[in-house]
């Protein structure tokens, strides 16, 4: 390159500061674990290993931000990277599809963040300024968003937009953050702390967390306490656990939840502690799902994700834009999205009832299948017959709750009993069609038509279950527009 | 691609069959890749029989069986599921044998094309033809034991579609 930049950037220099804060942590969970293995000689010789470890890291850290470079052209970004190989990528700003700044609670108390800046080529993010101020953050995002308006629009190319915040589209307020954390009951505290006892249990001598030890001695008076009274209020503090743990979750998560408009895309902020900003461009959004649980139905509560178009299969590419919101709410924002608010259920057409018949016999065989083998081996095998109830149930509930409708070049498939979900295709969006026939299908004469979709999320592929074999070949041919 | 191999199927639409070497292309994988079961149930049947004192040939004479059936019968019968028909808009793949298939790519979803062939495949001068779509579903559909030309021409198609899309 002849144009030699002359004003090289490098990254903030509080990242050093975050990186040692960051390592710290494991030097004071792995120091009880040096010791007990260094034995009697002693703490002082942990310390000084752990600091020496310490040092050598954030001198590779140091090292690494000093040959750590980047430049902001008019037209593209460069980066400039590595310590013995080096490596410099340019990113043109053509070519970016999305940036997003992620905020950690360290990040914020130093007033930087992390630039993430996707191409959509390859795999994953293709450019990360890990970190930079929040000032040059967002004046990187706004130099960029005025060359793309500029290169779209010749016209008004001067005068950045400089952050003119656009009114937002949906936000969630404090009470709304209450009421989706007490939706989203969650028992994964428990799996933490579980986590947590095995970690430590692993590093202090074993005898000091032996439950064994405590209980021993006690079992018998804890056998005699074990009544009807205990297991319930055990019941109602594993509710309580699990109601907390949502609330803390969500609002961690959802705080300051604010979605808004920008020229090319949807702009998601929200988080307590990791504060996230990513921008879900237009173009790439592929459907969208709204979903709701079998309760939050009740009081009309819905949830707006779309599956948007990533540059990897990674599960990040389903954005949840209104985690908890009524029909009304979603309108602006589905209007956005060029899509339209899902019809009312009875609008569905739903699939062949012999779904049913088509699960029970395949759960039917599976279940005999199960009860045959293990009942050599295993005496506790009538236990697998309480099975059968829900196997019996279930595919009753969800023949009752799935079902298709088709709009003006729109696809709509609803689908689950516990958390009901429709999902909103645009039919241009469909990459593909399959229709699957099963063994048990083929017996009954029902078909899937399965829809491929770019990106992944929770409903990729698209499948409608159990179609009369001519209705699903009509739909592949006629409706779905693709022969 | 000749008239004369458009067969009346199952399905209503009107498929087009593969190449017929390509049953030959079907019977030499499977012969090969029956070759590790074959040599596994053998062993085990050995092995059964020396230190548990089962009964000699049970394994090799399954392994055996399996084999013939799928070297002989199965072949045709995957051969004779596979079909094709290209539309004006976008072409049609049916296969499977347990579990049929019949895939829809539209012409203009079409990202890239690959048309491979593989040593067998030389051997018996036919070809895959790959559609890679954008989907994560899908991505990639194969239609195999199309003749050379075929796959090639058929690629040709496909391309002036993709581009014609892009103008």
């Known amino acids: ?483 | 691609m000749t008239e004369d191999r458009k067969i009346e199927r199952v399905e209503e639409i009107r498929m087009t069959a593969l190449e017929p070497r390509q049953k030959a292309v079907l019977r030499i994988r499977a012969m090969l890749a029956g070759l590790v079961p074959v040599a596994m149930l053998s062993v085990a049947d050995v092995v059964l029989n020396r230190e548990l004192g089962f009964p000699f040939g049970w394994g090799i004479g399954l392994g055996a069986a399996l084999y013939l059936f799928a070297v002989i019968v199965l072949p045709g019968r995957r051969y004779r599921r596979w079909g094709y028909h290209t539309g004006k808009r976008a072409i049609r793949i049916a296969s499977g044998l347990l579990v049929r298939r019949e895939t829809v790519v539209p012409y203009d979803r079409v990202q890239h094309i690959d048309v491979s062939r593989g040593p067998i495949e030389r051997a018996f001068g036919v070809a895959t033809l790959t559609l890679h779509t954008a989907g994560s579903y899908n991505s990639t559909v194969d239609l195999p034991g199309l003749a050379i030309d075929d796959a090639n021409r058929m690629r040709d198609d496909i391309r002036a579609h993709i581009s014609q899309d892009l103008a």
Not at chain 1, 96 to 112: H, N, P, T, Y
Request: charged share 20%.
């Open chain 1, 1 to 483: 390159m002849n144009e030699e930049p002359e004003n090289w950037s490098r990254l903030h220099p509080a990242t050093l500061a975050i990186r040692a804060l960051e390592r710290l942590p494991e030097l004071v969970l792995g120091l009880p674990a040096a010791a007990y293995f260094i034995g009697d000689t002693g703490i002082g010789i942990a310390l000084l290993l752990a600091v020496v470890g310490l040092a050598a890291s954030m001198l590779y850290a140091f090292v690494y931000w000093r040959r750590f470079t980047y430049w902001v052209g008019p037209e593209q970004l460069v980066i400039e990277s590595g310590i013995v190989n080096r490596n410099r990528r340019t990113i043109p700003f053509d070519r970016i599809q999305d940036i997003s700044l992620e905020q950690k609670l360290l990040a914020r108390i130093f007033g930087v963040s992390i630039v993430r800046i996707e191409t959509g080529s390859s795999g994953g993010d293709e450019g990360e300024l890990d970190c930079v101020s929040r000032a040059e953050a967002d004046h990187l995002r706004d130099r960029i968003r005025a060359y793309r308006a500029g290169s779209a629009e010749p016209t008004t190319s001067a005068a950045v937009p400089e952050a003119q915040e656009s009114p937002p589209l949906y936000t969630m307020h404090f009470d709304r953050l209450i009421i989706a954390g007490l939706f989203n009951f969650s028992l994964v505290f428990l799996a933490i702390l579980g986590g947590v006892w095995q970690y430590l249990g692993s590093y202090l001598p074993a005898e000091y967390l032996d439950p064994d030890r405590f209980i021993g001695d006690y079992r018998k008076q804890a056998v005699g306490l074990m009544s009807v009274m205990s297991v319930v209020s055990f019941a109602m503090l594993l509710l309580l656990v699990g109601v907390v743990t949502g609330l803390m979750r969500t609002i961690a998560r959802d705080f300051g939840f604010r979605l808004s408009r920008t020229e090319t895309g949807l702009r998601r902020q929200r988080g307590l502690f990791t504060r996230t900003d990513v921008v879900i461009p237009l173009r790439r959004v592929q459907a969208g799902i709204v979903s709701t649980g079998i309760i939050k139905r009740l009081f009309g509560w819905r949830a707006l994700a779309v599956q948007s178009l990533g540059s990897d299969g990674s599960a990040g590419t389903h954005h949840e834009v209104a985690p908890l919101a009524k029909a009304e709410e979603l309108t602006p924002v589905l209007d956005e999205l060029s899509l339209p608010l899902p019809p009312p259920a009875r609008d569905f057409v739903r699939v062949s009832p012999k779904l049913i018949w088509r699960s029970w016999t395949q759960d039917g065989l599976a279940l005999g299948m199960a009860v045959l083998i293990s009942s050599f081996f295993w005496n506790g095998w009538p236990l697998l017959l309480l099975a059968a109830p829900f196997l019996l149930i279930a595919p009753v509930l969800q023949y009752r709750a799935h079902g298709y409708c088709f709009g003006q070049d729109i696809l709509f498939v609803r689908r689950g009993f516990w958390r009901p979900r429709v999902t909103i295709l645009p039919l241009a969006k469909a990459q593909s069609a399959t229709l699957v026939r099963g063994l048990t299908q083929q017996g009954f004469g029902l078909a899937t038509l399965a829809i491929g979709t770019a990106g992944t999320s929770l409903a990729s592929p698209l499948r409608i279950l159990d179609l009369e074999e001519g209705t699903a070949r009509r739909l592949l041919g006629e409706q779905m527009l693709l022969d």
